[in-house]
């Protein structure tokens, strides 16, 4: 093994797949969209360079709507960090105390994680119909029929109703990250706590949240990059509607390529998506600080 590890030929053979992948599958598209990003292009015709004007008419067309979009897309972030990451806490540091049926709850958690996400969609999108959905019938069963509503049909609720499907699906993830990282706190810091007295909420408080951090950090960036990004399940959900009213940036992209075939614009929004997912994940960094960096 030493022997392999100082040949940098063997090295260099081992890596290469690796490599030509990445390069191939992130690397040069983004490079190729950047490129694209300057020029006025329908996909059949000669390029055109504009320079930034496609930057500029994201914010400035209102027909692009990119605004709205962005604005929603923030919305689902702060929701993620604010209701989703502590509710994934509490639910990891609950399993965390070794409750009965621990390792089943992980898994059962766990399980929307794994599903399509288009699966996901089409079950949604079946629990909000407006005439046979789940939801509207147990209000209606409950005697509160002046609540039920087309969920996703108005601009009102589909932004709450869209992310409700994204809190269930990846609740699990977060939880399973945080649940790990509470197991590989030493026991025995936690019995020294309960030992001077502290509660187990004290314990946790004090002790396993601040010990966390790096994956608080970690589950943090997830959320937030992760809501900017969001495309599948609110395009299956709403594709974008009603009137813009659950646009995300993504959706916009797709619009610019396939709808109006402003290739040019589209990849501008994809640098841009790119741009933000890596401004917000140096934000974080920063404001959440680990000892020893």
């Not at 690397?27 to 930057?55: C, H, R």
């Not at 119909?129 to 147990?138: A, E, F, R, S, T």
Request: net charge positive; proline share 4%.
């Amino acid at each position: 093994m030493e022997k392999v590890r100082k040949n940098k030929l063997a090295l260099t053979i081992f890596l290469f797949p690796a490599l030509f992948l990445f390069l191939a599958i992130l690397i040069a598209p983004i490079i190729m969209s950047f490129v694209y990003s300057f020029f006025d292009w329908n996909g059949q015709t000669e390029w055109t360079f504009v320079g930034l004007k496609n930057y500029i008419e994201i914010f400035t067309n209102k027909s692009v709507q990119f605004n709205k979009s962005l604005g929603n897309a923030i919305i689902l972030a702060i929701l993620s960090v604010l209701i989703q990451l502590p509710l994934a806490l509490l639910l990891a540091l609950l399993l965390a105390r070794k409750v009965k049926g621990e390792g089943f709850f992980v898994t059962v958690f766990f399980i929307p994680v794994i599903l399509s996400t288009v699966v996901i969609g089409q079950l949604w999108s079946k629990i909000y119909h407006p005439d046979y959905g789940i939801l509207n019938l147990i209000l209606n069963s409950l005697g509160l029929k002046e609540l039920a509503r087309a969920w996703l049909g108005e601009q009102g609720t589909v932004l709450a109703a869209v992310f409700i499907p994204i809190l269930w699906q990846y609740v699990g993830y977060h939880m399973l990250l945080m649940y790990a990282g509470v197991k590989t706190i030493s026991p025995e810091i936690q019995e020294a706590a309960k030992i001077d007295g502290a509660t187990n909420w004290q314990t946790e408080w004090y002790v396993v949240i601040p010990m966390l951090k790096p994956v608080l950090r970690m589950c943090t960036i997830f959320a937030v990059t992760g809501s900017l990004k969001a495309f599948d399940l609110i395009y299956v959900l709403t594709g974008g509607g009603p009137n813009h009213a659950s646009e995300v940036p993504s959706i916009s992209m797709v619009e610019m390529f396939f709808s109006r075939n402003r290739y040019g614009m589209g990849s501008a929004i994809g640098i841009f998506i790119i741009l933000l997912c890596f401004f917000f994940a140096f934000l974080i960094q920063k404001c959440i600080r680990v000892e020893g960096e």
